[in-house]
């Protein structure tokens, strides 16, 4: 297939968290549902459902619109890639649709990256992180088609990426702490956070 069938969606912006919380919802099965919620909602097609952390097996997911209607299945292929900067990390997926509507994009190439926002510590000394995505789009003469799709769908993800980074800090209590309770209720999981084990 030619390079000029295919076309690119692309994020960039900083999230209000830090770089190993953005790194850890990233490899999280809840937060790639919360990103999505309400317009699509993912299923996992497997009879254990989906796993706590992504791993680098094959997932399968049935897609719903508005929580009503089937749009098709689709195939997760997660990898971790390193970069030329140690301080940037990113995750891929190459996977891409195998039934129903997402059977016309077979073949997805969705970059995630995380990095340190280059502007360095805020005035609270808090690090931000600095996030880029990239999907680049193949299916033939639908191309097109599929790229106002997923670029319409892009932002949204992009808008609820911004709104839940700062639920997904995670400071674990002190080691030393002498007080379970508090400990327990430090280390819960906030509402509409990945669960600590999805990390």
């Known amino acids: 297939m030619r390079e000029t069938e295919a076309m690119r969606v692309l994020l960039k912006f900083v999230l209000d968290c830090d770089p ?5 919802a990233l490899q999280s ?5 919360e990103v999505a919620l309400p317009w699509l909602d993912f299923r996992s097609t497997e009879t254990e459902g989906f796993p706590t952390v992504w791993n680098d097996d094959d997932h399968s997911v049935r897609l719903r619109a508005f929580g009503a209607v089937t749009v098709g299945t689709q195939a997760i292929r997660l990898s971790r890639m390193s970069a030329r900067d140690p301080e940037v990390r990113i995750l891929r997926d190459s996977g891409g649709g195998t039934g129903g509507l997402l059977a016309a994009i077979p073949h997805l190439d969705h970059r995630m990256a995380i990095a340190p926002d280059p502007a360095g510590p805020d005035s609270e000394g808090r690090v931000r992180t600095l996030y880029r995505d990239q999907l680049i789009v193949r299916a033939g003469a639908l191309t097109p088609v599929a790229w106002y799709t997923l670029w319409a769908f892009w932002q949204w993800r992009g808008l609820r990426l911004r709104q839940l980074a700062p639920t997904w800090a995670y400071d674990p209590p002190p080691a030393d702490t002498d007080d379970d309770d508090g400990a327990d209720e430090r280390g819960a999981a906030q509402p509409g956070t990945a669960p600590e084990e999805d990390r």
């Not at 190993?20 to 850890?24: C, I």
């Open 20 to 24: 190993d919380a953005a790194w850890r």
């Open 29 to 33: 099965p809840t937060a790639f549902r």
